[in-house]
Nanobody, 125 residues
Framework: EFQLVESGGGAVQVGGSLTLSCEAS????????MAWFRQRPGEEREGVAG???????TYADSVKGRFTISKDDAKNTLYLQMDSLKPEDTATYFC???????????????????WGKGALVAVSS
């Protein structure tokens, strides 16, 4: 079974930085593309960043230039470096994995096969 566990969430002030981690267990995540999503209360889950199987990243326009997705294969861990945080970045962040690159390329939540339970990020002014 492929399991994902997020960590690194917390409270941060506007303009600050935070790094989320997502550790995969059960099997190596190398055969899967990976992505980060977020969900604000009362809203639908939205794509934030994706990392294709070959390593190419993709970002939502709202985070482009501020967030960086990366992974460490040796640690089976996916990261999301978040800089210049804004109040609208406040959300629960989820990491996810998919068998098909197209879903990470488009950061499409319905196409993901595996999900973590989420980590809360709160940005205050």
């Amino acid at each position: 079974e492929f399991q994902l566990v997020e960590s690194g969430g917390g409270a941060v002030q506007v303009g600050g930085s935070l790094t989320l981690s997502c550790e995969a267990s059960g099997t190596t995540y190398s055969p899967y593309c990976m992505a980060w999503f977020r969900q604000r209360p009362g809203e639908e889950r939205e794509g934030v960043a994706g990392l294709l199987i070959g390593g190419s990243p993709t970002y939502a326009d709202s985070v482009k230039g501020r967030f960086t997705i990366s992974k460490d294969d040796a640690k089976n861990t996916l990261y999301l470096q978040m800089d210049s945080l804004k109040p609208e970045d406040t959300a629960t962040y989820f990491c996810a994995g998919a068998h098909l690159d197209i879903y990470c390329s488009t950061i499409f939540p319905l196409g993901m096969d595996y999900w973590g339970k989420g980590a809360l990020v709160a940005v205050s002014s």
